[in-house]
């Protein structure tokens, strides 16, 4: 069943199944996103994809909320905008994010998303954590320095590869991407090495070793593609 | 069935050096107890925190050589279990010392003095909260409401609840008790 | 056990009770136990067996009467004239004394005086204004009965309720009953508990994909809060170890009503005792044929799961508190889907706060009209606070909704000790506010608490005289938030951690004007942005003290952090 | 139209961003026209004048002379502008901090990889003490205007000059003007 309904005024139709930040996409409207990633399934962990929904006092995440007949969806007011500006500072505030000397610089969803919320600096203090760089895996790293806990690479890994090697541990500002047990990622042994987590990654948290600043090549489409790959089941074999 | 899990001993650290894991789940009968909880929820998924409570209690902390045990009985990617061991303040990953002291910081004990208490114990014992003594005898925690406001402030020793402390008699209140039980033993 | 088995259990529970002149009731809830009240109660019948005065008098341990300032607590009701009756209603004919601050040594005395004038130096009125500004319905077991004989429970009354549902209403009609008695959510938010059941009643199990577990037969659930988690509340942990079969009873018609076979009680493992009775009148309840297969000669059957949680508030969260009955982490999902379509393994689930379900069993004996005549237009019947704080009497209270601050206080409460000033009462926890002097006299109910700033929460009140440092108990409860924030929404995970900085500032002497306006920033952003409950309702402290004792803030401010103009145009 | 007062300064940073200023190339002609430079690093000018109206601040506060030389800056100028991203953000000079406080870095540097007579220079007017935990600009005084980039191009210099110089505020949006490193 199709439904009609507005983004920013504009009218666009969607399928009943649709979120809104799938409708929005398909009619062009850009979304910010940062725990989302096509392939996936949607946490709704990143708050950046809030928008107004009328008749709703609360924000709905556009990643996880399926579109209605006759919503009238906002998605770049006043508010959500300085809200997103504020939820960028916070992650650059949490960890120690060095563009400088970062493998993801210029090919970067974090340092995209400052540029599109328009941080020109961030009013909080640097909270400067002590974390680890673990360069164990023989082609792979891991610098939590850069981690914004989107856990991409932890659905990745667990729904596209089905290891299950990365998950979270600890919580709240102390929670952190273990392998396996918490183990040296070169350790963990049901890594299929398979670098779908590298993939997934929005910063420059997972990389491929030898790359060095800048060095990064992003290829999260591939994620989609054996995703609608394998649902589809094109491949006849 | 197959374990989909890799054997035991590569990424359990504790224990697998010096006895074959096997050797330590038939040798200890306290597997048995965490055998028993994991029986009971069909060895599926949705057991596991009873599972750690059980082996928490069974072993006063979660070793890596227990952790990787339930992930392989249960089924599920060490990881997962990890994740779920660690998010819950309940469970620790560390021995703790002879003697747990638990100092309440709920709001009704907080403005009654319980971070004073905490401190005048800290300062006592040189240890932080969170941590154990060196000689191992008393682990110094602290807790977010034991429900017993009325008792404020309020912090409980080996279990026993003792209500209404004050800094000052906090530390003796405990080296007493800690007394006593040597003297017992 | 049928409808008439029941009675006959009822009936000749009663009349062995009416055979013993003096019951004894000895409160063993966590406060009293820990004051070593359960060695009370074994002096108490040592000393009754010495001077054989066992067939006479029986001694009790009871849940929680209340006053927990005044613990240990013993009552000893007694009849008035000789003879045993159980034709009419004997409370008509017994008089009580309650004795404070009972020690073991006291057993003798307390024995000793049984039949003539009370121990005076013990006693503590039981006409004083905490006991008699009380309403108690879903405290009315709890200090009375035993919480660990299902035969203490049914002589009360218990499990009447579930057998008229079962036998005399349709599903349909239990949750129109809820719906009229106008029962809202005493977890916090307040939710219209009969719609709640409505939804989940009409839920389809087959909307959403699902992964029940082997051997569980259900394909909706029932689910029992008992996750109290706010520091300073125990309402709840009192109930469940206080009157446990009231719960188990609620759940089973909660799950009549909705058609769920199946039911979890999440509670806190840090309750282990209310833990350890509930699990025994599980068991208790089992063997009766009150939960299990043909609950009481019925096709109907519903079995109950004790789960525990491990140490993390935000479980307190429906969905947080599913995901950690599914084994995992207790991070909170975005809702849609709301649990009444797609909650525990996708099914359809209910899921109520313990002292929600504890009502309703009344309002099905009682009828919804009468629990519609307690408490106020928008907010029906009891609620249960948890009095704690700078004030005289700590304890328990049950009061009608509606009641003023001042009632609560001043009157129940006693007033603040030391003659100092009041200066705030802290309602919902570290998701409530501070209410300030000027709205003592402010009805207590949801709409009220809202209006102000703070939120009926569960239950907790904290009381704070003029020592108390505002800008500190902010600062405690963002620390609180900032400990138990899951950690999956940035807003929530790093935004507490910015607001505890900032506060932490304020408190060193080291904040400006402009890390006030950062926080209050900050402040609107989380509560607007974060993913559940837990996030959107950390501010609430700050806000509330920022709203009403913003000079406390200005105060600590060490100078100006302002641009001057700069001269340049836009 | 009288030419604005101009001063810039190098506090803990490598310079990149007064290279990446002199790549203005033949612009800086067109600045000189505008502007006084009365304090510089480029400039053999002892003290921080008064009356400044436009100081560029490179690097953050990372040592005592860093954190006295900053409030002056702000008492005698109209416009501060924080230059680079360690000005902006601390960047590589907070980089340190993770490790812990200035003693950390300094055994390193000045103990750790010396064999001969190991110490950390301390004696007055040496070297500058290190502060603990190196900062941005605008954690320590009030800043008008944040140009990041590690360096930042030489346009996005040029842009915020010339609006500064024609008294507007620069419009600091999108990847030219706003990406980090």
């Not at chain 1, 992650?91 to 210029?106: D, P, S, T």
């Not at chain 1, 673990?134 to 981690?147: A, Q």
């Not at chain 4, 993770?98 to 110490?119: E, I």
């Amino acid at each position: 069943m199709p439904r009609t309904l507005t983004i920013n005024g504009q009218e666009i139709s969607a399928r009943s199944d649709q979120t809104i930040l799938e409708a929005a996409r398909e009619a062009n409207i850009h979304i910010p996103t940062l725990c989302h990633l096509d392939g996936l399934t949607d946490v709704g962990a990143c708050r950046m994809c809030l928008v107004e929904v009328s008749g709703s006092s609360k924000l709905l995440p556009a990643c996880t909320t399926r579109v209605q007949e006759g919503m009238e969806v906002r998605t770049e007011t006043e508010r959500l905008r300085a809200y997103r500006r504020q939820i960028i500072e916070l992650l650059f505030a949490e960890r120690n994010h060095v563009c400088a000397v970062c493998v993801a610089n210029g090919n970067c969803e974090l340092q995209d998303a400052a540029i599109a919320v328009g941080m020109d600096h961030v009013r909080y203090d640097y909270l400067f954590p002590k974390l680890g760089l673990d360069l164990s895996h023989e082609r792979f790293g891991m610098d939590h320095n850069r981690c914004i806990l989107c856990t991409r690479c932890v659905r990745a890994c667990d729904q596209l590869e089905g290891a299950h090697t990365i998950d979270v541990m600890g919580r709240g500002a102390r929670s952190l991407i273990i392998h396996d047990m918490n183990v040296p990622w070169g350790e963990a042994t049901t890594c299929t090495s398979c670098g779908k987590c590298v993939m997934a990654c929005p910063t420059g948290a997972l990389f491929k070793q030898g790359s060095t600043v800048a060095e990064m090549v992003r290829d999260a489409d591939k994620l989609a593609f054996l995703r609608a790959a394998r649902d589809r089941k094109v491949w006849n074999v | 069935m197959t374990n989909p899990l890799p054997p035991l001993g590569r990424a359990a650290g504790n224990g697998a050096a010096t006895a074959k894991p096997d050797d330590r789940l038939v040798s200890d009968k306290r597997y048995k107890i965490i055998e028993a909880t994991m029986r009971r929820y069909g060895y599926q998924g949705h057991g596991l925190i009873e599972a750690l409570h059980s082996a928490q209690e069974a072993f006063g902390y979660l070793d890596d050589f227990t952790l990787m045990h339930i992930a392989r009985t249960l089924h599920l990617p060490p990881s997962k279990v990890f994740g779920v061991a660690t998010f819950y303040n309940l469970f620790t990953l560390k021995p703790q010392g002879a003697h747990t002291c638990v100092v309440c910081l709920g709001t009704a004990c907080y403005i009654k003095g319980a971070r004073e208490v905490l401190a005048a114990i800290e300062a006592e014992y040189d240890v932080k909260a969170g941590g154990t003594t060196r000689d191992n005898q008393l682990s110094l925690l602290t807790a977010r409401c034991f429900g017993s406001c009325a008792l404020a402030p309020v912090l409980t020793f080996d279990g026993e609840t003792i209500g209404k402390v004050t800094p000052e008699a906090a530390a003796q209140q405990i080296a007493q008790r800690m007394m006593a039980i040597r003297q017992a033993a | 056990m049928n409808l008439e088995e029941l009675n006959a259990t009822a009936t000749s529970e009663r009349l062995a009770r009416a055979k013993k002149r003096h019951h004894i009731h000895v409160c063993v809830g966590t406060a009293c136990q820990a004051l070593n009240s359960e060695q009370i109660a074994k002096a108490l019948q040592a000393e009754l067996k010495q001077r054989g005065q066992s067939h006479d008098a029986e001694v009790k341990c009871v849940g929680c009467p209340g006053l927990c300032s005044l613990g240990p607590l013993v009552e000893v009701e007694s009849r008035v004239n000789g003879q045993a009756t159980t034709d009419a209603p004997e409370e008509d004919r017994r008089k009580s004394v309650l004795y404070q601050f009972v020690k073991p040594e006291d057993a003798a005395e307390i024995i000793a005086h049984l039949d003539g004038e009370p121990v005076k130096r013990l006693e503590t009125p039981l006409d004083q204004p905490f006991f008699t500004r009380q309403t108690k319905i879903v405290l009315e077991n709890c200090g009375k009965i035993d919480p660990e004989r299902i035969e203490d429970y049914i002589a009360a009354g218990g499990y009447q309720a579930l057998m008229k549902a079962l036998t005399e209403m349709t599903p349909q009609q239990v949750v129109d009953e809820i719906t009229r008695s106008g029962l809202r959510g005493r977890g916090g938010a307040g939710f219209p508990t009969g719609l709640k059941w409505g939804t989940v009643a009409k839920a389809d199990p087959n909307a959403y994909p699902t992964n029940v577990p082997e051997g569980i037969q259900s394909r909706k659930f029932v689910i029992c809060n008992g996750d109290e988690g706010d520091p300073g509340a125990f309402m709840d942990r009192s109930l469940m170890e206080g009157d446990p079969h009231r719960i188990l009873e609620g759940m089973a018609i909660a799950a009549y009503a909705v058609g769920a076979n199946h039911g979890f009680i999440y509670v806190r493992a840090e309750y282990p005792l209310a833990v350890k009775r509930l699990r025994t009148a599980i068991r208790q309840a089992q063997r009766a044929g009150l939960l299990g297969n043909g609950i009481g000669g019925t096709a109907f059957s519903f079995n109950v799961d004790i789960r525990l949680g491990a140490g993390a508030f935000v479980c307190g969260e429906e969905t947080a508190l599913m995901a950690s009955i599914e084994g995992g982490r207790g991070v909170p999902r975005p809702r849609p889907p709301f649990p009444a379509e797609c909650g525990l393994w996708g099914c359809p689930t209910l899921i109520n706060n313990v002292e929600t379900l504890a009502n309703v069993p009344p309002i099905i004996m009682k009828g919804a009209d009468w629990f519609a005549s307690i408490g106020t237009e928008k907010s029906k019947g009891t609620k249960v606070f948890a009095l704690t704080g700078q004030v005289v009497n700590t304890g328990l209270i049950e009061v009608p909704m509606g009641i003023t601050l001042r009632e609560i206080v001043f009157d129940i409460g006693g007033g603040i000790p030391g003659g100092r000033q009041f200066k705030g009462v802290q309602t919902g926890g570290p998701s409530g506010g501070c209410i300030p002097a000027q709205f003592l006299d402010m009805p207590v109910d949801y709409e009220s608490l809202a209006k102000v700033g703070s939120i009926m929460g569960s239950g907790g009140m904290i009381v704070m005289d003029d020592t108390t440092d505002m800008v500190e108990v902010a600062r405690f409860f963002m620390e609180f938030c900032m400990d138990e924030s899951c950690g999956k929404c940035i807003p929530c995970r790093a935004g507490t951690v910015q607001m505890h900085r900032i506060l932490t500032k304020i408190q060193e002497g080291k904040a400006t004007q402009r890390d006030i306006q950062i926080l209050e920033e900050l402040c609107d952003m989380v509560k607007h942005t974060s993913l559940c409950g837990l996030g959107q309702s950390a501010p609430n402290p700050v806000i509330s003290t920022l709203r009403y004792f913003r000079d406390e803030y200005e105060k600590k401010i060490n100078g100006h952090h302002k641009s001057k103009p700069n001269g340049l145009s836009d | 139209m009288s030419k604005l007062r101009f001063a810039s300064v190098w506090l803990g940073g490598c310079s990149g961003c007064h290279m990446s200023f002199l790549d203005l190339d033949e612009w800086l002609f067109d600045l000189a026209e505008a502007v006084d430079v009365v304090y510089s690093p480029v400039a053999d000018v002892k003290t921080f004048p008064e009356n400044v109206d436009v100081t560029l601040v490179e690097g953050a506060v990372a040592n005592q002379d860093h954190l006295e030389l900053i409030h002056t800056i702000r008492k005698n100028s109209r416009l501060v502008v924080s230059f680079g991203d360690c000005a902006v953000t601390g960047n590589v000079t907070a980089m340190r901090n993770p490790l812990g406080g200035a003693d950390v870095v300094l055994d390193r540097a000045y103990k750790d990889a010396q064999l001969l007579r190991p110490q950390v220079p301390h004696d007055d007017g040496i070297v500058p003490p290190l502060i603990d935990h190196v900062v941005p600009v605008h954690a320590v005084i009030p800043v008008d205007l944040y140009i990041p980039g590690c360096p930042p191009p030489a346009k996005r210099i040029r842009a915020v000059l010339q609006a500064v110089i024609e008294g507007k505020s620069p419009e600091m949006i999108g990847r030219e003007m706003l990406k980090y490193g």
